[in-house]
């Protein structure tokens, strides 16, 4: 929005020596409540006691002139929760503990599942290489590698159409049909005869499966408040890990099979696993509620939750981000909202980050079956060696997301994953017995894959500071397609003339690696930044001007004037 556009909605509320850049934000407070952090600048109806600060921090509808006007939102979306939307409802902690329990249980596991279902079809393709999946195909390390960048390719294609599709007819609809589809094209691969075949269903897969997680986060943020939603999405990161666990063992038999029926093992291990995540694509039609209000079908005639529950699950959740209902869950995306929130340049940080961030550790990952056997150990022993660093991941995943929750540190505590990679490759570079050494090798890379992964902070980070329902559907898409663009970069790391040491490739790791780190702290000073000079303006209006703006400006989410952005 422009200065002069920002003037029509609401210039009169700021002091004559106020200017607004082109953008206004607005603070997400602990509860995600559009009211200023300090207490100072914010005026209650009725008091102006610390006690009523508080409240209205927790209860930002407890001001009936902003109860008024999310109310009059919530009916002009037809938010699918808004008749259970209620400003003096009251329950207790101890209730909503119990009910936070509960959704962990139907909601969040079945996430984990559904994402078990991804990673079994969108990474056992590693294992398959272990069996001789490129010698029987007759393809080299560049097919091997082309063929990654196509799936990925593919898979960023369709991030944002995936996205759309599923705010119009809804994740609860659109998830399992993308699982059941992909997981048909997954068990078509037991009939790849060559290259060709390798490379169409790496890029129908990749077309299938795009768009799948943040379909899945924005599912997620019907049912969680942002304080919550970071710690879930560390469940469901685990669950790559914990998939890799399970597949290593499942490939370790299925690879066996070599000669059952004159197939190779691989070809048993994409039907079999394939077949699995049809199941689960199936199930999932019946366990994925369209909202808190929508559990009853005919499947399920009494629902997750009693009268009251429903209520306990709206009210937390709007007192938590308001924005969450300014669009009902089979609402389109706009044009002009999908442009608004692409050009959102203060969440272009965060973008870069998930671009960078991931590319040092791909190449290891990607190369680990390859490079054990490549140092002597056999098919099936180099299946169950991934284990212990895939189980190692999954604590330090856990700990970095707790670590990130108890000091509400972002930027610092995600930092950690870069230093943890930094003298992984440096070793795998300098080290004169870098793969030579088997056990040494091994244990180099092993403490490289266990690294702290950062992902689940990042993507919640930028839910967070995307603060209003499109807004965040686009922000979700468009940092996963930075991602996966990164993971499209990683493949051009290692390299058939750079072989067998790829003394070049970690090299270039060690400097994206230094980049990474250099993102992060520009990204801490960045925001800091900004909501300084927000603040300052903020704080120049008068609690009357204070109050009007927030009930009549015309800005959106993060455009807002009293938004801090998270760091």
């Not at 393709?125 to 196509?150: E, P």
């Not at 980070?461 to 979700?476: E, H, I, L, M, Q």
């Amino acid at each position: 929005m422009s200065n002069a556009e920002e003037g029509k909605t609401g210039e009169h509320l700021h002091p004559p020596t106020a200017k607004l850049d082109d953008k206004v934000l607005y603070e997400e407070t602990t509860f995600s409540d559009p009211l200023p952090r300090g207490a100072a600048t914010f005026t209650s109806a009725t008091s102006d006691s610390d006690e009523d600060g508080d409240a209205f921090h927790k209860n930002p509808f407890l001001d009936p002139d902003v109860a008024e006007h999310w109310s009059n939102v919530y009916e002009k979306s037809t938010y699918e929760c808004r008749a259970e939307f209620d400003p003096a409802f009251t329950w207790t902690e101890e209730e909503e503990e119990k009910l936070v329990r509960r959704l962990d249980w139907r909601v969040c596991l079945w996430a984990c599942i559904m994402f078990f279902g991804l990673q079994v079809d969108r990474g056992n393709l590693v294992q398959a290489v272990s069996d001789n999946f490129l010698s029987d195909l007759h393809l080299n390390t560049n097919d091997y590698n082309f063929g990654n960048v196509i799936f990925l390719f593919s898979f960023l294609l369709a991030e944002l159409p995936s996205q759309l599709v599923s705010k119009k007819i809804g994740p609860d609809r659109w998830i399992p049909m993308q699982i059941t589809l992909w997981s048909i094209v997954a068990m078509s691969q037991c009939a790849i005869q060559g290259k060709k075949g390798f490379y169409a269903t790496r890029s129908i897969l990749g077309l299938l499966e795009g768009g799948f997680i943040p379909d899945i986060v924005l599912w997620l943020s019907y049912f969680y408040t942002s304080r919550e939603l970071p710690i879930r999405l560390s469940y469901f990161w685990t669950t790559l890990s914990a998939t890799t666990i399970v597949t290593s063992i499942l490939a370790f038999a299925l690879l066996h099979m070599r000669g059952v029926a004159g197939w190779a093992g691989w070809r048993w291990l994409f039907l079999i696993e394939g077949l699995i995540t049809f199941l689960v694509g199936v199930a999932s039609f019946f366990m994925m509620p369209a909202s808190a209000v929508q559990t009853k079908a005919w499947y399920r005639p009494n629902g997750w939750f009693t009268e009251r529950e429903v209520k306990i699950v709206v009210n937390r959740v709007l007192r938590d981000d308001p924005s969450k209902g300014d669009m009902h869950n089979r609402q389109a995306v706009t044009p002009r909202r999908l442009w608004n929130a692409a050009k959102d340049y203060d969440l272009w940080p965060l973008y870069a980050i998930g671009l960078v961030a991931y590319i040092p550790q791909s190449p290891v990952n990607t190369y680990i079956t390859l490079t054990l056997k490549s140092v002597g150990f056999s098919t099936f022993n180099t299946n169950l060696l991934t284990i212990p660093s895939s189980a190692a991941h999954i604590i330090t995943l856990l700990l970095i997301t707790r670590l990130s929750e108890w000091t509400n540190e972002r930027t610092l505590v995600s930092m950690l994953q870069p230093i943890w990679t930094l003298p992984c490759l440096i070793a795998l570079r300098f080290w004169p017995d870098s793969l030579h050494q088997a056990w040494g090798t091994y244990a180099l890379v092993s403490v490289l894959l266990s690294y702290p992964y950062c992902h689940a902070i990042l993507v919640a980070w930028t839910s967070k500071n995307s603060n209003n329902v499109g807004a965040r559907s686009v922000s979700a898409a468009l940092y996963n397609m930075s991602v996966q663009l990164g993971n499209i970069c990683a493949n051009f790391i290692y390299r058939t003339d750079d072989k067998p040491l790829y003394h070049r490739g970690n090299r270039n790791l060690i400097i994206i690696n230094l980049l990474s780190i250099g993102l992060f702290l520009f990204t801490k000073s960045y925001y800091i930044w900004r909501n300084k000079q927000k603040a300052r303006i903020w704080n120049a209006l008068t609690p009357e001007q204070q109050r009007e703006y927030k009930v009549n400006t015309k800005l959106e989410g993060s455009r807002r004037l009293d938004f801090r952005f998270a760091h």
